[in-house]
């Protein structure tokens, strides 16, 4: 698919190079189309949202509501299962505490992988520490995958919540999660998908995977920074206090005490932000196009031909993946790799990806990932493996 002309950003230099883009897994670049969503709130209805009867804020409150029915659209929910947060990391606090602190006891189990990104396994941490429950890690496999029969055995009836990545930011595989929901549903047990890595390039139906929460960020997915999306199936929102109070989610308050409005509203205090939540909207029409449109299959060829660079160490081969690759090369550290290659117009991410407890698991301190999106071509995995080739000259 050709977009690169949809991106302005791609058309400056990098470091006085053509830059070639590689690190959407930890942020994507935005289209021209939002952008301009995004100024055109700026520019033409920039009134404040729920709380004004003047015209824009009138405009600005119908954008905003229009923007959380696309976004349900998009995952097949419901208007009021979409909560505005402000980014994934809060959609995964947001439940942790709010869920937690009333569900959770001495004891109790929550089940995480040892693939979690710590924004999936420091908010369990915190709750732990105040209701006394526990968290059990599954391990992964050599090749980067989840094995289901130890997850079976891990089901045990002290399990209060499983929370899963989707798709992991460092293996890129993309784990059977229908599959995990159910055996977890036998046993009313609840699940918290996290999506952040998954929602960027498959298409999510809440409803089929029937998961109890789901989170993702709009920056992964061409969207603006500083708004993200919590899922949550509406029996359970009504059920839980507001995670953070304030204005806008109230029905009444006194002197002495306050009550709150319905879901989705009362997980929304505050004025909320506006003008990234209704450009995340394009976003999603965005990438909808994209999902449906793209046939590069890039992830199999940058696997295939980043195999064949020499003394090469991928970090997970499982088949069904995104177009992650997590990568050490013997006798360079990532870091000095990722100076080398931004030299060359190249971005990659370089470090622990926010999964420190997975590092440990493979016994490593860091590693180099590149990550691609719709706008990267077979072009940009060749150019990637030529400038690592000649890395592995000089700096080696
Ligand atoms: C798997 C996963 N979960 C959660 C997050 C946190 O996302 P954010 O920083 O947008 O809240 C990330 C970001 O890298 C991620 O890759």
């Given at each position: ?25 930890a942020t994507s670049l935005t289209p021209k189309v ?48 979409i909560i505005f947060t402000k980014s994934a990391t ?101 699940v918290l998908v996290d999506a952040c890595q998954s ?198």
């Amino acid at each position: 698919m050709d977009i690169k002309k949809d991106f302005p950003i791609l058309s400056q230099k990098n470091r006085d190079k053509s830059l070639v883009y590689l690190d959407s897994a930890a942020t994507s670049l935005t289209p021209k189309v939002v952008v301009d969503s995004e100024m055109k709130y700026y520019n033409e209805y920039g009134g404040s949202v729920h709380r004004s009867v003047y015209e824009l804020g009138e405009k600005a409150t119908n954008a905003y509501e229009k923007s959380r029915k696309n976004l349900a659209n998009f995952i097949g929910a419901e208007s009021s299962e979409i909560i505005f947060t402000k980014s994934a990391t809060e959609s995964i606090n947001l439940v942790a505490e709010s869920w937690g602190k009333d569900n959770l006891k001495k004891d109790d189990i929550i089940l995480l992988t040892d693939m979690e990104h710590h924004s999936n396994i420091i908010p369990w941490q915190m709750i732990c520490k105040r209701t006394g429950s526990k968290i059990n890690y599954l391990k992964s496999k050599e090749d980067g995958t989840l094995d289901l029969n130890d997850y079976k055995k891990a089901l045990n009836n002290k399990v209060k919540i499983v929370s899963i990545t989707h798709a992991s930011n460092v293996f890129g595989t993309i784990n059977p999660v229908e599959e995990m929901i159910d055996l977890a549903n036998n046993k009313e047990i609840k699940v918290l998908v996290d999506a952040c890595q998954s929602a960027p390039h498959i298409k999510i139906d809440v409803k089929k995977m029937n998961c109890d929460f789901l989170a993702f960020s709009g920056h992964k997915m061409f969207g603006p920074t500083g708004v993200g999306v919590l899922y949550g199936k509406s029996d359970l929102l009504e059920e839980m206090d507001p995670y953070q109070t304030g204005g806008g989610i109230i029905e009444t308050v006194t002197m002495e005490e306050s009550t709150w409005t319905h879901s989705p509203y009362k997980f929304e205090p505050g004025s909320p932000m506006a003008a990234q939540a209704i450009a995340l909207s394009d976003a999603a029409d965005y990438l909808d196009n994209c999902l449906a449109n793209d046939t590069s299959n890039i992830e199999e060829y940058s696997k295939e031909k980043m195999s064949s660079i020499n003394g090469i160490n991928i970090y997970g081969n499982a088949k069904h993946r995104t177009p992650i690759i997590s990568f050490n090369i013997e006798g360079i550290h990532s870091l000095d790799l990722a100076h080398f290659l931004d030299y060359e117009g190249i971005t990659i991410r370089s470090g622990h990806h926010c999964c420190q407890p997975l590092m440990n698991a493979l016994n490593i301190s860091s590693c180099a990932r590149a990550s691609f999106y719709f706008y990267n071509s077979k072009k940009d995995v060749d150019f990637l493996v030529d400038k690592i080739n000649k890395a592995i000259k000089i700096l080696k």
